[in-house]
């Protein structure tokens, strides 16, 4: 933010020199970057924060100078008008937040003093109705804009674009307006301006008209944000609406403007002024000044705490005994502020609790006085530590098995949180300021993602081998750590990734049982919920096209209920004999038959067989080959080959009884 020094002088009465000035406002929290010479003024170049919109104004920097140095600012000097709200306004949108438009009717002429005021805010004069709305705005920090009147003669509307329509901008350039961006229309439903952040060609008003309608508004700051940056257009308007301006600005910046018009006898004539405002309320922080001093770890004189935020516009109030706001000078009252609160000023939108006012003294006062103490702590190991502790592990048990580490942002799109919705059943949370619609809604599922990534992968014929993420997953009320796999069939698919879930339940001594579930976002009969001690999930198959080729991916997603540090590992009893093994393989054509065979084989209870399992899962367009494991003999003695034979016969027997 640019600071002309003869700018300042016409608020604050002072005899610092410009280096001196520069390193007080340093001081306070606005560095000095450089001291620009410009049309032979000294100017200089501030950083400000980017929550401080209040500060984006010539007058904001000239309060916060005559804080920091105790002195006296000049009052803005304004012009009331009547408001008689006989010209029409609608607001269709909440991203309007007030609306103000003045019809008026304007004789301009060049002025010098704001031709040059503009150029050394580095801005060149375009004319002398649009120079004086420019500098109004750097003058308040109240953006205006002043539209001809005979294209708005019959009202305004104030409505988000219902569909994708070409914008004429006053810049020259055409820009593509979509659905939901914000738009200043007449009735005829032409747009005039994209609301906070630029005018149309057909808006824009000229030195040959006479009369006009100043518009003074306040949009919210996530609607203009979005539009501004989807057009990757910036502007004086949309670069302070973006953050929060002043709710209450709109007026101010009004009454200053029609000052101006009076003084420089621009034959200044209001017809008309309507008004649509949003209702707020006072806001206010409780705070002793006691406690500051404590907090600060200080003993500043009360007069100088109250002296620095009374200068700030932060006045101290008090309630009387039929609930109504008073000056607290009018309150009895003993040392500190018992009865005491802060009234927040409306300009100041970036204090909300009781540090910030903390800050705001000690900001002014200075750091110099605040004595450096080391704090008294515990050193205690963190719950986050133990997440991350987790999390490596998992990553290198993971990376050993061949896999590869994803790494994707925690924003999606909604269609990305599709499959957390219907498979995992979380609700998507979606942000109440998103940047973008890619990025609208915190993720649900990590599966989703690793799908996306994988086609993306495919579609550009990379050849890469099956990936993995540990990461955050967010519920309504709560977020909580999931593991994300995807494996190709040919990589391994859900052999691969039994094999990887009971690796790492053994680590805590748990052991992996799987359940048949219905999931039509699977293919048929391959879902399965996953149930352990220290995670559950689901797995299942999912068939991708990849233009005209075809491929299956398993995919398997894990809410982590481990604990760390691991348990100490549990020694299994060795049998004193091995047992034997014998795969068998089933062809089956359909869903049904799969479901019929898995249901006969866990009826089935032999003599010597220990254990079934389902081996291996191959499957080829409607073909199922299901292979699975028997497991043969009791640990107890050694078998000969041909009575391991016989268990196994006597197994397929079974399966022959029941009609496979």
Same mark, same amino acid.
């Given at each position: ?7 300042l002088?016409?608020?604050?009465q002072?005899?610092y020199s410009?280096?001196e ?10 560095e ?8 032979g &003024? ?21 309060r916060?100078?005559?804080t920091?140095?105790?002195l ?9 008008f009547?408001?008689d ?11 309007c937040?007030s ?5 008026l ?15 050394l ?9 649009v ?7 750097f003058e ?9 009147f005979?294209v708005?003669n019959d ?17 020259d ?11 200043v ?16 060609k057909?808006g824009s ?8 309608l100043?518009?003074a508004a ?5 609607s ?14 949309? *670069? ?11 007026l101010l ?8 018009l009076?003084n ?6 209001? *017809? ?7 209702t707020?309320e ?12 404590k907090?600060l ?7 100088r ?9 932060i ?5 009387d005994?039929?609930?109504?706001w ?6 009895k009252?003993?040392?500190?502020l ?9 300009h100041?939108?970036?204090l909300?609790i009781p ?6 003294v000690?900001r002014?006062?200075?750091?110099t006085?605040?004595?450096?103490t ?5 050193i205690?190991?963190?719950k ?14 993971l990376?050993?098995f ?5 790494i ?10 599709l499959f ?22 915190l ?9 996306k ?6 579609k550009?014929?990379?050849q ?8 955050k997953?967010f519920k ?13 069939? &040919? ?5 691969l990734?039994?094999t990887?879930l ?5 680590k ?18 391959s ?6 001690k220290?995670?559950?999930g689901?797995?299942g198959?999912i ?6 080729k075809?491929?299956?991916?398993w ?6 209920k481990?604990?760390w ?6 020694a299994?009893e060795?049998p004193?004999?091995?047992f ?22 866990a ?7 220990h ?6 899962v ?13 497991v ?7 078998y ?7 268990a196994?016969?006597l197994?397929?027997k079974?399966?022959?009884?029941n009609?496979?």
């Open positions: 933010m640019r600071l002309p020094i003869c700018w002088k016409e608020f604050i002072c005899s410009t280096q000035i520069a390193d007080i406002f340093t001081e306070i929290g606005f000095c970057e450089e001291i620009l010479e410009v049309e &003024e000294k100017v200089l170049d501030l950083s400000t924060p980017s929550n401080r919109t209040d500060v984006l104004s010539i007058y904001g920097l000239a916060e100078f005559a920091a140095k105790n006296e600012i000049k009052k803005l000097e304004l012009k009331d009547p408001i709200n006989k010209y029409p306004i609608k607001i269709e949108s909440k991203n937040q609306y103000l438009g003045v019809h009717k304007i004789k301009p002429e060049a002025n010098a003093h704001i031709e040059k005021m503009l150029k805010m580095g801005r060149n004069p375009i004319n002398p109705l120079d004086l709305t420019n500098y109004v705005l308040t920090g109240q953006p205006l804009h002043l539209f001809p005979n708005m009202g305004v509307k104030i409505s988000l674009a219902n569909k994708k329509i070409k914008f004429n901008a006053l810049d350039k055409s820009y593509e307006i979509e659905a939901g961006d914000l738009l229309q007449n009735k005829s439903n032409e747009p005039l301006a994209l609301a906070g952040i630029i005018g149309s057909k008003s000229d030195v040959s008209d006479s009369e006009f100043l518009e306040c949009f919210k700051n996530s203009t944000r979005q539009s501004a940056n989807r057009l990757n257009l910036s502007t004086d308007s949309s *670069y302070r609406f973006q953050r929060i301006v002043d709710p209450k600005g709109f910046g009004a009454k200053r403007y029609l000052w101006w009076d420089l006898g621009w034959t200044n004539q209001v *017809y008309s002024a309507s008004s649509v405002e949003e707020l006072n806001h206010s922080i409780s705070i002793k000044a006691s406690e500051i001093n907090r770890g200080m003993n500043i004189p009360e007069e705490v109250v002296q620095i935020l009374e200068s700030l516009g006045r101290q109030i008090s309630k005994r039929e609930g109504n008073n000056d607290s000078w009018k309150i009252r003993k040392k500190g018992r009865k005491g609160e802060w009234l927040i000023p409306s100041r939108t970036d909300s540090e910030d006012l903390i800050e705001e000690i002014v006062y200075g750091y006085g605040l004595k450096e080391l704090p008294k702590i515990q205690k190991t963190s986050m530590d133990d997440i991350f502790q987790l999390e490596e592990f998992l990553i290198d048990t990376l050993s061949g896999g590869r580490q994803e994707r942002s925690s924003l999606v799109s909604e269609g990305l949180t957390g919705k219907s498979v995992l059943e979380n609700k998507p949370v979606k942000l109440l300021n998103p940047r973008s619609k890619e990025k609208a809604f993720r649900n599922s990590i599966s989703a993602c690793l799908l990534g994988h086609e993306d992968s495919r550009k014929d990379f890469s081998t099956w990936s993995f993420e540990v990461g997953v309504e009320n709560e977020e909580s750590l999931h593991l994300g796999l995807l494996i190709p069939e &040919e990589d391994g698919g859900s052999r990734i039994k990887i009971e690796s790492i339940a053994q805590w001594n748990s052991e992996v049982f799987y359940f048949d579930v219905k999931n039509n976002y699977f293919l048929d009969s879902a399965l919920k996953i149930e352990a220290v995670f559950q689901l797995l198959a068939e991708i096209e990849i233009g005209s075809k491929e299956l991916v995919s398997c997603e894990l809410e982590l481990i604990l540090p691991m348990p100490k590992q549990k299994k060795l004193s004999h091995k034997s093994h014998r795969d068998l393989t089933v062809n089956t054509k359909s869903s049904d038959e799969v479901k019929k065979v898995t249901s006969v084989i009826k089935i209870k032999l003599d010597l067989i254990e079934i399992y389902l081996f291996d191959y499957k080829k367009k409607e073909n199922w080959n299901l292979t699975w494991r028997l043969i003999g009791d640990g107890k003695k050694s000969k080959d041909s009575e391991i034979n016989q196994f016969e197994f397929k079974e399966l022959k009884k009609g496979i």
